[in-house]
């Protein structure tokens, strides 16, 4: 079965997980189950720019574990106790890696650097969703039951919070920019908390962001396509259910993978506003 895949920013590199990794580069396998001593299902992955991976385990029971590997194989994991792995994001272009911890004593972000470092942790207010690293991993943004909050890495002080009711989010490669999507449509907010725009047109139940486009699963089927400027462009559809999907922050290139063990790409043309 898969669960979760990633793709490098320049889109050469692909990680797809089940209850294995697989690390393909330009389409054609680097390795396949790397040693790890546990047997949960590797839900999440994250790569940088230049192949530092990381992966998530099932929060199960709030036993959840990360990983981290380079294409020679495993470099540390899995984390200590006291995480509960329940989300983790990636800077791209540093490989520091944020993991939303999630325990009946609290909920924290847990900052670790490449070489499996603690660099910063620091409790948030509500049951963490999701951790997103923003401007260079100065800030981590952090989807709560409470809502969306902003913390400053270097202290772990809260800054703001952003208004709008979301079931979906994702960032943009800069990390400047937030879209929220719901029910009723999509938006885009800026780190100060103001909104850019909004789209009725569509219903996210998935977001993945290039430089140029967002694009949302709308259907078990198919991914709607939208300008970074709000202008709905398409559809890319399968013929079987999509299991997981990525988009290339640096070359728009989309991959999903589907129910029947395919992965599929659509290569989507360069705009700029």
């Not at 899995?78 to 325990?103: C, F, R, W």
């Not at 910063?120 to 909050?149: H, K, N, P």
């Not at 078990?220 to 890319?236: H, P």
Request: hydrophobic content about 40%.
């Amino acid at each position: 079965p898969t669960s979760g895949i990633a793709v490098s920013p320049d889109g050469g590199t692909v990680a797809v997980t089940g209850f294995d990794v697989v690390l393909l580069r330009d389409g054609l396998p680097v390795w396949q189950r790397p040693f790890r001593p546990d047997n949960q299902l590797l839900e999440e992955a994250a790569l940088s720019r230049d192949n530092f991976l990381a992966v998530r385990s099932s929060n199960a029971s709030e036993i959840g574990h990360v990983f981290a590997y380079t294409p020679a194989g495993l470099l540390w994991g899995p984390t200590q106790e006291y995480i509960g792995a329940a989300d983790i994001d990636m800077d791209p272009n540093t490989g520091l890696v944020a993991v939303g911890s999630v325990k009946q004593d609290g909920n924290q972000v847990v900052l670790i650097s490449p070489d499996g470092q603690l660099v910063q942790r620091f409790g948030v207010s509500g049951r963490i969703r999701g951790v997103y690293l923003a401007r260079g991993g100065q800030l981590t943004v952090v989807d709560t039951a409470a809502g969306l909050e902003i913390y400053d890495n270097e202290r772990g002080e809260f800054q703001r919070d952003i208004p709008f009711e979301f079931t979906v989010i994702a960032p943009d490669p800069t990390g400047e920019i937030f879209y929220l999507g719901s029910p009723k449509g999509l938006a885009a907010y800026n780190l100060d908390g103001a909104q850019l725009w909004f789209n009725d047109r569509v219903a996210p139940r998935s977001l993945m962001v290039s430089r140029d486009y967002v694009c949302g699963l709308s259907s078990d089927t198919s991914i709607s396509v939208i300008q970074a400027d709000g202008v709905y462009i398409g559809e890319a559809t399968t013929l079987a259910s999509i299991r997981a999907t990525a988009l290339a922050p640096a070359t728009n290139l989309l991959v999903a993978a589907s129910a029947e063990r395919y992965v599929l790409a659509w290569q989507l043309p360069a705009w700029r506003p």
